[in-house]
């Protein structure tokens, strides 16, 4: 990645910029990441020569941007080791992902009695919709603890799934503590009680190498735009035979097969849930963003990040007043920090570091009942991507003792 510093930070145009009379430095990744300008070009590219609505027409403009979309489905099926690209949906984001999960699926087969199982530190695109299954089966949430490094307790897990459980649905990386989650152990736990397991891998899928096989999990949810690709586009994964028992949500053109005045048959699996005209340009361009990733390495962008945080979280500890959430260890963090400066509310020191040029995010993180469970209201959370670098979090480092200097 060293070698390579220079090069990639040319591909990203936004970085070369000065905010507040100071040069950007952007660690706000985990909300979304900036984009490379093949990326970009693929967008323009897309629009100037095969613009063309995909699968309904024969002439060279649809042929050419069918099989563009198309070949995003094969890259996303290598990317995470996928049995085939059927099992590849396409969405808005890891939001519409997970609700289409709760709704297409489990709603169909839960009932009265029945648990569904998630963790505390879950974002609200993993609460919410199980919350609206729930009030329309009879089914019950349980929360599952965290041990001190904010990782789901697996000894407290193997109380808690039983058989009343049949889904078990959780994030292998933590948007707030930056905790990577047992997936392959909590799978097999679910397994073992006859329960499915959905994952939320927004923030896992870009950051690091993701097998599903390996993994033996039953569903994946991830985003475009928190992996280099464009904002409304995502990827909804399921085992074919599941993906098959998913009753669709959205009706109407291009998801249908025949059309009766009475009734009307879907097209298989995954056509059947892409109902209307897809974003078709922005997961062009999320193939892409999938080229650039796999082009570094998900293993090198996971090196990459450690070492980060083997680099950066030592003299953020040493800051006076800095409080850390999550671990402390480096070998148990990706790549985000969640943090606070004693006596400073978060939006405060989120300004002050804006003033210095330094992106980083605010506030409760879309992770209310973990806010609540740490005992805060809100904390500043900086979180770091394959373009950031060493320079980019010493200056993290000196904003904040400049922060901490200036209030007091």
Same mark, same amino acid.
């Given at each position: 990645?060293?070698?390579?510093?220079?090069?990639?930070?040319?591909?990203?145009?936004?970085?070369?910029?000065?905010?507040?009379?100071?040069?950007?430095?952007?660690?706000?990744?985990?909300?979304?990441?900036?984009?490379?300008?093949?990326?970009?070009?693929?967008?323009?590219?897309?629009?100037?020569?095969?613009?063309?609505?995909?699968?309904?027409?024969?002439?060279?403009?649809?042929?050419r941007a069918t099989?563009?979309?198309?070949?995003?489905?094969?890259?996303?099926?290598?990317?995470?080791?996928?049995?085939?690209?059927?099992?590849?949906?396409?969405?808005?984001?890891?939001?519409?992902?997970?609700?289409?999960?709760?709704?297409?699926?489990?709603?169909?087969?839960?009932?009265?009695?029945?648990?569904?199982?998630?963790?505390?530190?879950?974002?609200?695109?993993? $609460? #919410?919709?199980?919350? /609206? =299954?729930?009030?329309?089966? @009879? %089914?019950?949430?349980?929360?599952?603890? !965290?041990?001190?490094?904010?990782?789901?307790?697996?000894?407290?897990?193997?109380?808690?799934?039983?058989?009343?459980?049949? $889904? #078990?649905?959780?994030? /292998? =990386?933590?948007?707030?503590? @930056? %905790?990577?989650?047992?997936?392959?152990? !909590?799978?097999?736990?679910?397994?073992?009680?006859?329960?499915?397991?959905?994952?939320?891998?927004?923030?896992?899928?870009?950051?690091?190498?993701?097998?599903?096989?390996?993994?033996?999990?039953?569903?994946?949810?991830?985003?475009?735009?928190?992996?280099?690709?464009?904002?409304?586009?995502?990827?909804?994964?399921?085992?074919?035979?599941?993906?098959?028992?998913?009753?669709?949500?959205?009706?109407?053109?291009?998801?249908?097969?025949?059309?009766?005045?009475?009734?009307?048959?879907?097209?298989?699996?995954?056509?059947?849930?892409?109902?209307?005209?897809?974003?078709?340009?922005?997961?062009?361009?999320?193939?892409?963003?999938?080229?650039?990733?796999?082009?570094?390495?998900?293993?090198?962008?996971?090196?990459?990040?450690?070492?980060?945080?083997?680099?950066?979280?030592?003299?953020?500890?040493?800051?006076?007043?800095?409080?850390?959430?999550?671990?402390?260890d480096p070998a148990?963090h990706a790549g985000?920090?969640?943090?606070?400066?004693?006596?400073?509310?978060?939006?405060?020191?989120?300004?002050?570091?804006?003033?210095?040029?330094?992106?980083?995010?605010?506030?409760?993180?879309?992770?209310?009942?973990?806010?609540?469970?740490?005992?805060?209201?809100?904390?500043?959370?900086?979180?770091?991507?394959?373009?950031?670098?060493?320079?980019?979090?010493?200056?993290?480092?000196?904003?904040?003792?400049?922060?901490?200097?200036?209030?007091?």
């Open positions: 990645m060293d070698k390579m510093k220079n090069e990639i930070l040319a591909d990203f145009k936004i970085l070369d910029q000065t905010v507040n009379g100071e040069p950007l430095v952007y660690l706000d990744n985990a909300a979304t990441t900036q984009k490379p300008q093949a990326v970009i070009k693929s967008l323009v590219d897309y629009y100037e020569h095969d613009n063309a609505n995909v699968h309904r027409g024969v002439h060279t403009l649809a042929q099989n563009a979309y198309e070949a995003t489905r094969q890259k996303v099926k290598k990317l995470i080791n996928a049995d085939s690209e059927r099992e590849v949906v396409y969405t808005k984001g890891t939001t519409e992902s997970l609700n289409w999960i709760a709704r297409g699926y489990a709603q169909k087969f839960l009932q009265p009695g029945d648990e569904i199982v998630l963790s505390y530190a879950e974002h609200h695109s993993n $609460i #919410v919709p199980w919350q /609206q =299954v729930c009030e329309k089966t @009879g %089914a019950k949430l349980v929360y599952l603890d !965290l041990n001190a490094d904010g990782q789901v307790d697996l000894k407290k897990a193997e109380h808690l799934i039983t058989e009343k459980t049949k $889904i #078990v649905s959780l994030a /292998q =990386v933590s948007n707030v503590l @930056g %905790a990577v989650n047992p997936i392959k152990e !909590l799978a097999q736990l679910a397994h073992q009680n006859g329960a499915i397991m959905v994952v939320d891998g927004a923030q896992s899928v870009p950051h690091m190498p993701v097998d599903v096989k390996e993994l033996d999990i039953d569903f994946l949810a991830f985003s475009g735009h928190k992996m280099l690709g464009p904002t409304g586009t995502g990827i909804l994964w399921g085992k074919l035979e599941l993906l098959n028992q998913m009753a669709p949500l959205d009706f109407g053109g291009e998801m249908i097969d025949f059309v009766e005045l009475e009734h009307s048959t879907f097209k298989e699996v995954p056509w059947k849930f892409e109902g209307g005209t897809q974003n078709i340009a922005g997961v062009i361009a999320l193939g892409k963003a999938i080229d650039y990733l796999k082009a570094i390495g998900l293993a090198n962008i996971a090196q990459h990040e450690t070492e980060l945080m083997e680099y950066v979280l030592p003299k953020l500890q040493a800051i006076d007043g800095f409080e850390l959430y999550g671990s402390a148990k985000i920090i969640s943090f606070n400066l004693a006596g400073l509310h978060p939006h405060d020191t989120a300004t002050a570091l804006d003033m210095e040029g330094v992106a980083i995010r605010a506030g409760h993180h879309c992770a209310q009942p973990l806010m609540k469970k740490l005992q805060i209201a809100a904390s500043a959370r900086a979180s770091f991507y394959l373009y950031n670098t060493k320079e980019d979090a010493d200056k993290l480092v000196e904003a904040l003792i400049k922060t901490r200097e200036f209030f007091r």
